[in-house]
């Protein structure tokens, strides 16, 4: 028979094993050295001399064509993570031992440090899955209103130190959610068309005032702008975001 005499005595059960084994361990080389595209080669925080990765080596670079006409992206790229690599910070070891952590030298609200701290990304708008900017102001959709909960255009806003510093006059929608991300508020009653952003997660609407609780008075002109009145780019979401969350930790003190 077939059983008996091609195979002999060879252990079909120990050879299917054996290959389970084999493959799982190339699955992990595998998942491991591809999850080392982004963010390599790493650096060194004094020098910039890449560290010693891991135990396996970096996988060969490979190019990636971007949707939407974005143009193309070759990972892992020294090149590629020195572009994004900020050389501005006003950064310092809290001791000489590696890893040890990092206190701001400046000032965290303005240098975006710590708290405040930002990334680096794309200065593009995030599309959605058809090719269309996803966040935009309500002003601008026509086939969005408020459903439910309270609408707080036409509301004082009110900061951490309880002055009034402006009004908010529109909403910006992520459309494929459906969902708030920001306010804008003008900086002045009378609408002056100083505005700046507030993420929706840094406030809380009340009856009769947006309460942000992060800012003080004083703090509300460095809140960073957007270059178009109809669309936040990745990179000023990220640069204002931080900039509510720093104040969280500091705005207080410098009051």
């Known amino acids: ?11 079909l059960a120990s050879a299917a094993i054996w290959m389970f084994w084999i493959f799982f361990a190339g699955l992990v080389y595998y998942l491991q050295t591809e999850n080392q595209r982004e963010g390599y080669p790493l650096r060194d925080d004094e020098d910039g001399v890449p560290a010693n990765e891991s135990l396996l080596p970096l996988p060969s670079a490979k190019t990636f064509k971007l949707r939407d006409g974005r143009g193309e992206l070759t990972v892992p790229s020294m090149d590629y993570e020195a572009s994004k690599m900020r050389t501005d910070l006003a950064l310092a070891p809290s001791a000489a031992a590696t890893g040890s952590p990092w206190v701001p030298t400046g000032d965290p ?5 710590g708290p405040a701290s930002w990334a680096p990304r794309r ?14 102001p309500l002003s601008m959709l026509e086939d969005f209103h408020v459903s439910a909960g309270r609408d707080p255009r036409g509301l004082a806003v009110v900061g951490g130190d309880g002055e009034v510093i402006g009004r908010c ?10 969902l708030v991300r920001f306010l804008t508020v003008d900086l002045n009653p009378e609408g002056t068309g100083q505005t700046r952003l507030i993420p929706i997660n840094m406030c809380k609407i009340h009856g009769n005032r947006v309460a942000v609780r992060s800012l003080h008075a004083q703090h509300w002109s460095g809140v960073p702008t957007i270059k178009d009145a109809g669309q ?13 969350a720093g ?9």
């Open 169 to 178: 006059i529109d909403m910006w929608v992520d459309v494929p959610e459906a």
């Open 109 to 113: 609200m303005v240098d975006g440090v």
């Open 232 to 244: 936040v780019t990745l990179l000023e979401e990220e640069k204002i975001m931080a900039y509510y």
């Open 1 to 11: 028979m077939v059983g008996n005499t091609f195979f002999g005595d060879f252990d």
């Open 247 to 255: 104040g969280t930790l500091y705005a207080a003190g410098e009051a």
């Open 123 to 136: 200065d593009a708008p995030e599309l959605d899955a058809h090719g269309h900017v996803k966040i935009k």
